[in-house]
């Protein structure tokens, strides 16, 4: 934001010498006051006199009068070293001393790089040249944007690039912490900020007002990435992953630079083993989608991660996730009659066939041992009455906060109901509101998809068709007080849910068996217990990022990160901080756990701040381009424009006129 204002002067006693632009027509009217009466012997020379010469005669004299007045004008100005105020106001001298705030952007995005940059390798040049242009004596302080620290504080004689000690980091970094810093600056003078940075968005997320007006500010735009793929992110497009079933990840990826991106290679890893791979062109700023699709056959977690092949900046070619297939599944069964339950019973053999780690327990070992009812993934609830009868309501709801999910089903048209049940008015369920749809032998209801309220039971069954039946209903009840209706029969909820953090329970109006429907003799039913179960689990990775912290947690012991650095809760009271992507192992005191960390997604995505939006932020500020003249921009903004040269090359000129005028002039006299 250049602004041009009044004229001003660094040297102003010299304009105390401005009266003597008055001595030539001083010594003018000095010599010219009175006249002097000269015989002549002859009255010819009188003839020889011509009236317009003596008009040109007092032409040529006002003319030198004014070239001598104005030389003399100009020297003085020349020396009063008149400026044309620049950028920012008020002209300073150039030996007045400032205050430099140089504020070094060492966010991912400056690098994209996999090591640990030295700021010294990276900004040394850049600093030293801002150096340089500053008067003697100036005050200098030199800060991360990341987490402000201070990297030098002393006068610009004393900088040494051998000071600048730290390195790049890998997380993001903020103007809005800057902007605090900035505040607590207040007794300074001539302030002024030298912002180095890429101008990424990312930078500015957080900045919500300008910049105080008391700085000026020189922005350096330091983009040293060329062609670049950044992988932005990984998605698990299955809800639930499971053995044997095709698994789709989807991964995101953009090209970051200005240039074509030819035959680039993506590759999948899992337990460090290439299970796929693709080529793909990407076009300038170009963001695309690719799917990769895998089975796996046992139970467990897979370290995962994406890379590519092409560029050399490595910080942003990979990507690490997990996949957890579930291993220790362990499912509850209660209900009075073995017929009750009788196809999931069969259900859960044939997946104990597939998944040897799933364990299924019944009612008389789930009554005798409530803790295990408590600790089950997922507990499989027959009759209304059950639970109340059987005091099992405890239970239960502890299983339910503890993040259990629960199934309760009919098993009769009727049922007792409890107006004193610990249980439903836990809940605020009123069984008496139940209504039982009952249709005779020669009908039912067709149920599909169309009924389905939820995405995630509707993606629990096989059939991929909106129109194409389910299951036929016999009979069902509805839930007149519906609070979450998961499926709809005739706009009345036949299956409710309660949720509480990650724990479940569903109530449904129906029961899997064949008095109630066709359901168990489909052969999507297999797979519907089974994604149940798993949807039981609910293990959803964590997105961590660099920069984040794993708070304290009494069971931790120590942290490894992908270095092999170790990081001990027992000798330190800080909580650990994330500073590299990749896998990050967690050693418990009875078990160990791995953390995913990658880039920030902010620090990944390239989207350089617009020029014209920089004025959002910054009032009075100056863009320095690439490969400028930094001393003659940064001298120019502090003092202006300076011009005494042209007074000089004006004066020097007017002097050439006045001799030649002179000359001539005496010549001809």
């Known amino acids: 934001m250049v602004r041009i204002t009044i004229v001003d002067f660094l040297s102003t006693i010299y304009l105390w010498l401005l009266p003597l632009s008055s001595l030539p027509l001083l010594i003018h009217l000095f010599f010219n006051r009175k006249y002097k009466t000269i015989d002549y012997s002859s009255i010819e020379f009188l003839k020889i006199l011509k009236v317009d010469s003596m ?16 030389i003399i004008l ?8 008149p400026v044309v105020q620049g950028s920012f106001g008020k002209a300073v001298s150039s030996s007045n001393p400032v205050f430099c705030l140089i504020a070094i952007d060492d966010s991912f995005s400056m690098t994209r790089s996999n090591n640990m940059v030295k700021i010294l390798d990276f900004y040394s040049k850049d600093i030293s040249k801002i150096l340089n242009t500053l008067p003697d004596n100036s005050k200098v302080e030199i800060i991360s944007l990341s987490d402000t620290t201070k990297i030098y504080q002393g006068l610009s004689q004393s900088f040494s690039p051998s000071l600048l000690n730290g390195t790049m980091k890998q997380s993001t970094s903020s103007l809005s912490s800057l902007n605090h810093y900035m505040d607590s600056i207040k007794n300074e003078f001539n302030k002024e900020l030298h912002l180095l940075s890429d101008l990424d968005t990312s930078l500015f997320l957080t900045q919500k007002k300008q910049i105080t007006n008391d700085w000026n500010v020189f922005i350096y735009d330091i983009d040293k990435i060329e062609a670049n793929i950044s992988i932005l992110d990984v998605k698990i497009l299955n809800e639930i992953p499971m053995i044997n079933d095709e698994i789709e990840i989807e991964v995101t990826v953009q090209n970051t630079s200005l240039e074509d991106i030819k035959n680039s290679l993506l590759i999948l890893n899992i337990n460090d083993i290439n299970v796929g791979q693709l080529q793909f062109d990407l076009l300038p700023k170009e963001t695309q989608e690719f799917t990769f699709k895998t089975i796996l056959s046992s139970s467990g977690e897979y370290s995962c991660e994406f890379q590519v092949i092409y560029d050399n900046y490595f910080g942003d070619n990979s990507y690490f996730f997990p996949i957890n297939i579930n291993s220790d599944i362990k499912v509850g069964v209660l209900g009075n009659i073995s017929d009750q339950y009788y196809f999931l019973e069969n259900a859960l053999k044939a997946l104990k066939t597939k998944n040897p780690n799933l364990t299924y327990s019944f009612e008389n070992e789930l009554k005798n041992n409530q803790n295990a009812l408590v600790n089950n993934d997922i507990n499989f609830i027959y009759g209304f009455n059950y639970i109340d009868d059987n005091n ?6 502890d299983n339910f906060n503890l993040g259990g999910h629960n199934y309760i089903f009919p098993v009769s048209d009727s049922f007792k109901s409890n107006k004193f049940s610990d249980f439903w008015d836990y809940f605020s369920i009123n069984l008496d509101e139940l209504k039982l749809i009952n249709y005779d032998n020669a009908t039912s209801y067709q149920l599909s998809k169309k009924n389905i309220y939820s995405k995630s039971v509707e993606n629990m069954f096989s ?3 909106t129109d194409e039946t389910i299951m036929q209903m016999h009979k069902y009840f509805t839930f007149n007080d519906s609070k979450s209706p998961i499926i709809a029969v005739n706009g009345k909820s036949v299956w409710e849910t309660l949720n509480n953090g990650e724990g479940q329970i569903n109530l449904l109006g129906f029961n899997l068996d064949l008095d109630w429907t066709d359901f168990p003799v489909r052969a999507s039913y297999i797979s519907f217990i089974d994604r149940i179960i798993n949807s039981s689990l609910n293990y959803k990775p964590i997105n961590l990022s660099v920069g984040d912290f794993i708070f304290r947690d009494n069971n931790y012991k120590e942290i490894k990160d992908p270095s092999g650095k170790v990081f001990k809760y027992i000798n330190s009271k800080e909580d650990y901080r994330i500073y590299q992507p990749g896998i990050h ?9 791995n953390l995913y960390a990658n880039i920030s997604l902010s620090e990944l995505t390239r989207s350089k ?3 014209k939006d920089i004025a959002k932020y910054f009032q009075r500020y100056i863009l320095i381009p690439n490969n400028a003249d930094l001393g003659k921009i940064t001298k120019e903004a ?4 300076e011009l005494w040269k042209i007074f000089l090359y004006l004066a020097i000129l007017l002097l050439i006129i006045e001799m ?3 000359n001539q002039f005496f010549r001809r006299i």
């Open 74 to 81: 100009f020297i003085i100005l020349m020396l009063s070293r």
């Open 463 to 465: 059939t991929k068709n």
């Open 585 to 593: 192992s967690i050693i418990k005191k009875e078990s160990n756990t």
């Open 638 to 641: 502090r003092i202006g424009v």
């Open 609 to 611: 701040l617009d020029k």
């Open 55 to 70: 008009k040109r005669i007092k032409i040529v004299e006002i003319l030198l009068l004014i070239l001598r007045t104005l």
């Open 660 to 662: 030649v005028i002179s």
């Open 392 to 397: 099992l309501a405890p239970a239960i709801i």
